[in-house]
């Protein structure tokens, strides 16, 4: 009968086996894009608008807009007064 070999190598340290990273892997780059994604929108924020800034050009927006409506919607609207068109 052989007899049983005894094994002398002790195990390896969880870092060298590369199941591990890869397991590890996945949640390592989700936390590193929110903290990526997190810096751009602190640093790209728009600054909010002031209320008391003139309306005059939303206005005058507007009345562009009415101007580049589709066929169909500014003929059904053609006799309504510049106003009230939507």
Do not use: C, K, Y
């Not at 008391?52 to 101007?67: I, L, W």
């Amino acid at each position: 009968m052989p007899r049983p070999t005894q094994s002398t190598s002790l195990p390896e340290p969880w870092w060298r086996h590369g199941l591990v990273w890869l397991v590890l892997s996945g949640p390592i780059v989700v936390v590193l894009a929110s903290i990526v994604t997190f810096w751009l929108a602190a640093h790209g924020a728009d600054v909010l608008a002031d209320d008391a800034r003139p309306r005059a050009p939303v206005q005058r927006q507007a009345v562009h807009e009415r101007a580049l409506l589709p066929a169909q919607q500014a003929r059904n609207h053609a006799a309504t007064p510049a106003a009230e068109a939507p």
